[in-house]
């Protein structure tokens, strides 16, 4: 289960507002629909498929290099001149180790093994491996925005879910009052002024209702272009009504955010690819030592010549001592990435320890609003019971039973507000410590 789905005490689902065959989807659903379909998240996939590539071709450089060419050459001596005249025919015939017609085919096979180069390609792959690492950080990443974003837009889907149902509520609450004030108004016990204003009320929570159906199809929307899912809006989520808040420290927070956020992590990755690139460019005007081997064979069909063949092995060192400051243009870019990356780090620390605070302080903000929610609520609920019993006794009059129930409707929205936009502030408190990936299968 999802961590965030341990606050969770009781989950009651809601059957007054859709009918039993409608589908209903999980925070976990969701979840695992989102990082199955989402395109950015395969895009940084076929990222890592690529660098894993690339510390093969670094890796490259320390096995044998072999290649082989041939050639084909067809000659033509049957005119040679001397001067201001020519020799043809017989006489071209005549001349001794010359044929009017030849042809020459070799091949040529070299080897060559790289003995050493004084660090160049063994910085090249470390430098690759840790281009790996922080692409894999980077696929990490993604997934626990990926992660988040259907989280928050799950939460969002409930509380449109939630206000829609209070909406609908408000809207029956009201039709009933117009019916009661219209009751009451035939049989001359209320004004003219009560039922207008019973039609008004029941026009504004319409307009209510239409809004809160908008914002919920529109919250549906939302989510199902986190998930790539195409098949439409006609489902509901669960509701999470009731949970025990968490309990955090903002030292302990900081401390598991150092620890534990990927952002961190990638940047120190690229920060030793770059430091293995830099040690690699400064290699660059070093010798390199190789071991060398050729084979050749030349074939003529000239009479008397036949097959040549040839052979050579040994090392072979090769000093670039100068290339017109090349090496020394590169050694100072690459200490110039590996300053941008290190600088990177710090602000990224900097940013970090800033989502941490501010998450914290909005959780704790949420936690606050669910507890005047939960105060309000009651008191309304209060209310509400003293104006029935008021009203049964002739004390209280049907409009201070209707506001009343009105005011109740109305903390009921609010209270349900509260609950998701709590739930949507855990999500980015996990999100800014690094643990909203915790549980998903990498």
């Not at 074939?299 to 040994?314: C, E, F, K, L, Q």
């Not at 710090?346 to 704790?364: M, P, S, Y």
């Amino acid at each position: 289960m999802r961590p965030i789905l341990i606050l969770a005490i009781a989950l009651i689902i809601s059957h007054c507002v859709y009918a039993e065959e409608t589908p209903v989807l999980t925070v976990d659903d969701c979840v695992k629909a989102a990082l199955a379909n989402n395109p950015k998240l395969r895009q940084t996939a076929s990222k890592v498929d690529l660098d894993k590539a690339n510390i093969g071709i670094a890796k490259s450089a320390y096995l044998p290099q072999a290649s082989t060419t041939g050639g084909y050459t067809h000659y033509d001596t049957s005119k040679i001149s001397f001067g201001s005249f020519a020799v043809t025919g017989a006489a071209a015939n005549a001349l001794p180790g010359v044929d009017k017609r030849y042809n020459v085919t070799s091949e040529n096979t070299g080897v060559s093994q790289l003995i050493w180069d004084f660090g160049q390609t063994l910085n090249r792959i470390k430098s690759a491996k840790e281009t790996l690492s922080a692409v894999q950080y980077e696929f990490l990443e993604t997934q626990e925005n990926t992660i988040l974003n259907a989280e928050k837009s799950y939460f969002n889907v409930m509380r449109a879910q939630l206000l829609l149902k209070a909406a609908k509520d408000k809207f029956e609450m009201a039709k009933t009052h117009l019916g009661r004030a219209e009751g009451f108004y035939e049989v001359g016990y209320q004004q003219p002024y009560d039922v207008t204003k019973a039609e008004l009320a029941v026009a504004n929570a319409n307009l209510e209702l239409v809004t809160a159906n908008k914002d919920f199809e529109l919250a549906k929307v939302s989510l199902n272009n986190i998930m790539g899912n195409t098949a439409g809006t006609d489902y509901r989520v669960i509701e999470i009504s009731e949970f025990q808040p968490a309990k955090m420290n903002i030292e302990d927070a900081l401390k598991a955010a150092t620890a534990n956020r990927v952002e961190l992590s990638k940047l120190q990755a690229q920060a030793r690819s770059a430091q293995a690139d830099l040690d690699a460019k400064k290699k660059g005007n070093w010798p390199t030592v190789s071991f060398e081997a050729n084979h050749q064979i030349s074939d003529t069909d000239t009479p008397g010549v036949g097959n040549v063949r040839s052979w050579n092995a040994g090392a072979q060192v090769s000093w670039p001592w100068f290339d017109g400051f090349k090496t020394k243009s590169e050694i100072e870019a690459a200490q110039a990435s590996l300053k941008m990356v290190q600088l990177g780090i710090e602000d990224q620390t900097l940013t970090i320890a800033l989502e941490v605070q501010n998450a914290v302080l909005a959780l704790g903000e949420a936690k606050e609003r669910i507890n005047a929610t939960q105060k309000l609520l009651q008191e309304s609920n209060e209310n509400l019971e003293i104006s029935k019993a008021r009203h049964e006794e002739g004390l209280g009059s049907l409009i201070e039973v209707a506001d009343a129930e009105t005011n109740e409707v109305s903390a009921k929205q609010t209270h349900a507000s509260a609950i998701a936009g709590y739930l949507s502030a855990y999500a980015d408190y996990q999100k800014s410590i690094g643990v909203v990936s915790q549980g998903v299968v990498k």
